[in-house]
Nanobody, 121 residues
Framework: QVLLVQSGGGLVQAGGSLRLSCAAS????????MGWYRQAPNKQRDVVAS???????NYVESVKGRFTISRDNAKNTVYLKMNSLQLEDTAVYYC???????????????WGQGTQVTVSS
């Protein structure tokens, strides 16, 4: 069984910073892409940032220059450092990872449990 467990998040004032973490555990053979998504109330879940195993990153335009995605392959963990937070960043944030589990032939996408990020004025 493979699990993604998130930590971090919470309430922060506009302009503040938060860091999210997401650790994968279980019978993991390898992890390729990892990423962060967010879902605001009454909106669909959208990608925020992604990172390949070798560290190549992509960001949605609205967070470029403010958010940084990183990963520690030895710890099977992905991070999202969020600076200069804005009201519109308020959402539930989810991590995901493309994982080849031990004994499997294909990779599957696994999701974290979600964590609330609320930015106040």
């Amino acid at each position: 069984q493979v699990l993604l467990v998130q930590s971090g998040g919470g309430l922060v004032q506009a302009g503040g910073s938060l860091r999210l973490s997401c650790a994968a555990s279980g019978s993991i053979f390898s992890i390729s892409d990892m990423g962060w998504y967010r879902q605001a109330p009454n909106k669909q879940r959208d990608v925020v940032a992604s990172i390949t195993r070798d560290g190549s990153t992509n960001y949605v335009e609205s967070v470029k220059g403010r958010f940084t995605i990183s990963r520690d392959n030895a710890k099977n963990t992905v991070y999202l450092k969020m600076n200069s937070l804005q009201l519109e960043d308020t959402a539930v944030y989810y991590c995901n990872a493309q994982i080849l589990a031990q004994g499997r032939v294909y990779e599957y996408i696994y999701w974290g449990q979600g964590t609330q990020v609320t930015v106040s004025s």
